[in-house]
C-alpha cells in the first residue's frame, strides 16, 4: 500500500505563524520573517522528512515483519507499507519439513521480531560490496528497506536451533525516559 502525503500545508502553516508572531513585534521583525521564510523552505521540508523517516523506523520495529518506509517522490514523501504475511499455522506446519532454515528466500518464512517496549538502537554494519549488492536485491524483491530485511534476516538467524538466548532484562522497559537525535 502506498500512502502519498502533502507537506506542503505543513510549511505555509509554519510560514504563516512565523509571519504572525513578526506582526507582533513589529515592521522590521515582519521584514525580516519574509526574507527568511523563503530560504527556510527547503530546510524546514527536510526536518519534517527527517521525522517522518524516524517515525517510519519506530513504527516498523513495532510492525515487523511488516513494515512502513518512506520514499521520496516529486519533493513530497510517499508511505510504502507492507504488511506482515498472513500464514496458516496448521497448513505451513504440516507442509514444512523439520529441517532449520539455511536462508529464507520469502518474507513470510522470516519471524516476527518482538520488540521489548518497541526500543530500537542505531547499530553502524560494514558489509562486503557483493553482500551489500545481495541484500539490496533481496530487499527489493520482498518490497520493504535494506534495514528492514537485515532486521528479518538477524531475527530468523538467531531463531535458529543451537543460538543461544540473550537475557531477558528484568522489570519492564517501560515508562524509562527515552531521548534520540542528533547533537553537535
Do not use: C
Not at 523552505?41 to 520495529?61: F, Q
Not at 511488516?66 to 521520496?72: K, P, Q, Y
Amino acid at each position: 500500500m502506498i500512502l502519498d502525503m502533502d507537506i506542503t500545508r505543513y510549511v505555509d502553516d509554519l510560514n504563516r505563524r512565523i509571519a504572525l508572531a513578526a506582526d507582533a513585534v513589529g515592521e522590521d521583525a515582519r521584514q525580516v520573517a519574509q526574507r527568511l521564510t523563503a530560504p527556510m523552505d527547503a530546510a524546514v521540508r527536510l526536518v519534517l522528512l527527517d521525522a517522518l523517516s524516524s517515525a517510519a523506523g519506530e513504527i516498523s520495529a513495532e510492525l515487523a515483519p511488516g513494515s512502513v518506509d518512506v520514499r521520496l517522490r516529486g519533493g513530497e514523501p510517499e508511505f510504502v507499507v507492507v504488511p506482515a504475511p498472513v500464514t496458516e499455522p496448521a497448513a505451513a506446519a504440516s507442509a514444512a519439513p523439520s529441517a532449520p532454515p539455511a536462508a529464507a528466500p520469502a518474507s513470510s518464512s522470516l519471524p516476527a521480531v518482538d520488540g521489548e517496549g518497541g526500543a530500537t538502537t542505531r547499530t553502524t554494519l560494514r558489509l562486503p560490496d557483493h553482500l551489500k549488492a545481495q541484500a539490496e536485491v533481496a530487499a527489493a524483491v520482498e518490497g520493504v528497506s535494506v534495514n528492514t530485511w537485515l532486521v528479518r534476516a538477524v531475527a530468523a538467524a538467531l531463531e535458529r536451533p543451537g543460538v543461544p538466548a540473550a537475557p531477558q532484562p528484568q522489570g519492564s522497559t517501560r515508562g524509562r525516559n527515552r531521548q534520540t537525535g542528533w547533537v553537535r
